[in-house]
């Protein structure tokens, strides 16, 4: 019989071969529900792996998905890392799509281009102050920092709808809820024509850089490591846990905010009741997949963005629900999950004494 047999130290082999076996159960999980659908596996699994690279304008809509799924995934990272459980990442990304697109709308046509530098500042500033109200309920209360994150995102998505609907809404807009179409000026650029990926991929891979060396060469990260695994060895040493949960939930409100602002200045372009897609829980994903490693979490971005874009061709190609997106997001995670299990234990057969 199979059983599991406890580790010495947990295998660093399988702590990265672990997410590629979740992902090899997940295309066999999905290759049976494709057929159990009456639906051709080799060509769901197609829509799924292919279709969203083999052209450069595939590419590039892969980019424009995988940005603001990086960006929340990088500041998740530093949270999970201390021990920070901030679940509300989509109602900060919602926060900085407000506070941009505010930004955004006050300026003219003849604004210089240094707008776009306000409205991504703008929309990092709101995604900062949302966490921090997080951040301040814990400091001061001792608050649950998952139930209070996680019920700030409702609270957003109420504030957005309140203003598409209400003192924000177009008033040429055909009575649609949404606000005016952003100025070009406050528009990020774009990375090539034809083509909707803009300059915020390169902020993000820029900023899954800078996560690096501030994790592995810095004492501030090194603190925030060690404030995560060990709070006693942390607090002997001399390091704030104050500190740790400020930094941790402004930095993971900051990079949510500037993907929300990103959102709406790139491709979106004005503001709708549909900025919430998601991203905020999806990237808790992306986090874990990547393992916490601002490389790993790279990669994650682009499969978790497949799968966004798998289920759109999936709805328009196959006549499947649009949802199957997040049934793989679902597979992959529990399969994560129960992959992990390797990691600590390795599997024997033979009886158990």
């Known amino acids: 019989m199979l059983r599991l047999e406890p580790r010495p130290a947990p295998s660093r082999a399988w702590t990265w071969a672990s997410p590629l076996l979740a992902l090899a159960i997940t295309v066999l999980i999905g290759v049976i529900m494709f057929w159990l659908l009456g639906k051709d596996p080799v060509r769901g699994l197609q829509v799924f792996f292919w279709e969203p690279i083999k052209s450069t304008y595939a590419l590039g809509e892969v980019?424009?998905?995988?940005?603001?799924?990086?960006?929340?995934a990088l500041g998740l990272a530093v949270c999970f890392r201390s021990n920070i459980w901030n679940i509300g990442a989509e109602g900060q990304f919602v926060?900085?799509?407000?506070?941009?697109?505010?930004?955004?709308?006050?300026?003219?046509?003849?604004?210089?281009?240094?707008?776009?530098?306000?409205?991504?500042?703008?929309g990092t500033l709101g995604g900062m102050l949302w966490a921090g109200i997080t951040a301040y309920l814990r400091d001061r209360f001792n608050a649950g920092e998952i139930l209070v994150s996680?019920?700030?995102?409702?609270?957003?998505?109420q504030l957005l709808g309140y203003l598409v609907y209400g003192p924000w809404k177009d008033p040429a807009g055909y009575n649609f809820p949404q606000t005016r179409t952003f100025e070009a000026v406050t528009l990020v650029p774009k990375l090539m024509r034809g083509s909707r990926v803009n300059f915020g991929a390169l902020l993000a891979l820029a900023s899954a850089a800078l996560l690096w060396v501030y994790l592995f060469r810095t004492k501030g990260g090194f603190a925030q490591q060690v404030g995560g695994l060990a709070p006693a060895a942390a607090r002997y040493a001399g390091f704030?846990?104050?500190?740790?949960l400020w930094v941790a939930l402004l930095v993971s409100g900051g990079t949510a905010g500037l993907a929300g602002a990103l959102e709406v200045a790139g491709p979106i372009?004005?503001?709708?009741?549909?900025?919430?897609?998601?991203?905020?829980?999806?990237?808790?994903?992306?986090?874990?997949?990547?393992r916490l490693h601002p490389f790993g979490m790279v990669l994650a971005a682009?499969?978790?963005?497949?799968f966004y874009i798998g289920g759109e061709l999936a709805q328009s190609r196959l006549g499947l629900p649009k949802s199957l997106s997040g049934v793989f997001q679902g597979l992959l995670l529990f399969a994560l999950l129960a992959c992990d299990t390797l990691v600590n234990y390795r599997l024997r057969v033979g009886r158990s004494d």
């Open 63 to 72: 980019g424009v998905k995988a940005t603001p799924l990086l960006l929340i």
């Open 95 to 122: 926060i900085g799509a407000i506070a941009a697109g505010g930004v955004a709308l006050l300026a003219g046509k003849e604004t210089g281009r240094w707008i776009v530098v306000a409205v991504l500042l703008a």
């Open 150 to 157: 996680l019920m700030l995102v409702y609270v957003a998505i």
């Open 240 to 244: 704030s846990s104050r500190k740790a």
């Open 269 to 290: 372009g004005q503001l709708t009741p549909y900025i919430p897609a998601g991203y905020g829980f999806a990237a808790i994903i992306v986090a874990f997949v990547g």
């Open 302 to 306: 682009i499969l978790l963005s497949m």
